[in-house]
């Protein structure tokens, strides 16, 4: 009888390798990519465009024979472009459902912040409730599900800032940055062109990936690590460069990413350093700052105030 933690654990050791293969000297960023897919989040990634955004989520759904779905977000893309709906069949004198890319096991929304925010609401039930209800009716999504979702920075022209309700439902932010010197200049050598995730072949199925999502739940996770994490959590509220603090809900989420975390180091029990590795990318988009930010310097300055505290609140033992 197989043992589900230690499949978990091999199963996320090998996405790792696979995806870090192809986003060369990124392999924090992979293993963050990976901690919000086994504890069933999705990922926001904010950064320039030609660092490897899309090929990151390629790259993923390659690896897992995941169906996958790339919508390129713009500004008159409407709702029911998202999530489909109901169009009249003449054959049978009757509207029918019409699913929209939505319905597929891994999303890559790309430049979500170039749409509309009704556009961008369209998603909120899909990624919150794995559900879409059009006209009464409700869709279920297939598991597993997971959003990918890329931005440019805000101060990019033509783009749109994300609701604070679409900000929750993501569970981490990211950015990528540009890959180190050495691997770059290597890169330029060797690639010549050629797109590294059209190789790559599936080696782990849905199901697998599915159980290794109901493992991560089976991570423990002691007193001392909950202790901790709420004290981190209670120190956003009572911050005075925080307007609003992280909410229950976040709490949750990353109590949920930490133990992702700990199978992704290779552990079936989460440690403090998940939690102190978690904090930034998991609470900085969910907490508001004090005062009138400029959209770049309000997430640099989050991520600021977030290290801060973490540093602030005393590392149980």
């Not at 899309?54 to 998202?82: E, H, I, K, N, Y």
């Not at 990528?176 to 059209?198: C, K, S, Y």
């Not at 994490?229 to 930490?258: D, K, N, Q, Y």
């Amino acid at each position: 009888m197989t043992d589900p933690l230690k499949d978990a654990i091999t199963l996320a050791a090998e996405l790792v390798e696979r995806v870090g293969s192809v986003l060369e000297g990124k392999r924090d960023v992979v293993e963050l990519a990976v901690v919000g897919l086994l504890a069933e989040g999705h990922v926001l990634v904010e950064d320039v465009p030609g660092v490897g955004k899309t090929t990151l989520a390629r790259a993923l759904a390659a690896s897992l024979g995941l169906t996958f779905r790339r919508v390129q977000f713009t500004s008159d893309l409407l709702p029911v472009d998202v999530v489909g709906g109901n169009v009249f069949d003449r054959d049978r004198n009757d509207f029918v459902f019409r699913p929209g890319p939505v319905f597929t096991q891994l999303l890559l929304a790309d430049e979500i912040n170039r749409t509309t925010p009704k556009t961008q609401s369209a998603l909120l039930e899909a990624m919150g409730e794995r559900q879409v209800s059009i006209d009464g009716q409700t869709h279920t999504l297939e598991a597993p599900f997971f959003v990918i979702a890329t931005q440019n920075p805000l101060d990019f022209y033509g783009t749109y800032p994300l609701p604070e309700s679409q900000l929750d439902r993501f569970l981490l932010r990211l950015r990528i940055g540009h890959p180190p010197v050495d691997v770059e200049r290597r890169l330029l050598a060797e690639r010549q062109g050629a797109d590294p995730v059209n190789g790559m072949e599936a080696f782990v199925s849905a199901e697998a990936l599915l159980a290794a999502q109901r493992a991560t739940r089976q991570v423990h996770v002691d007193t001392s690590v909950h202790d901790y994490l709420h004290a981190i959590v209670l120190a956003t509220r009572r911050s005075g460069e925080l307007a609003v603090g992280a909410s229950t809900r976040a709490a949750l989420a990353v109590e949920g990413a930490v133990r992702a975390r700990a199978l992704v180091m290779g552990r079936d029990f989460a440690l403090p350093d998940d939690v102190k590795a978690l904090a930034v990318p998991a609470l900085a988009h969910r907490v508001h700052l004090a005062g009138a930010h400029e959209a770049q310097s309000a997430r640099d300055d989050a991520e600021r105030v977030l290290r801060a505290l973490v540093d602030a609140v005393p590392v149980p033992t």
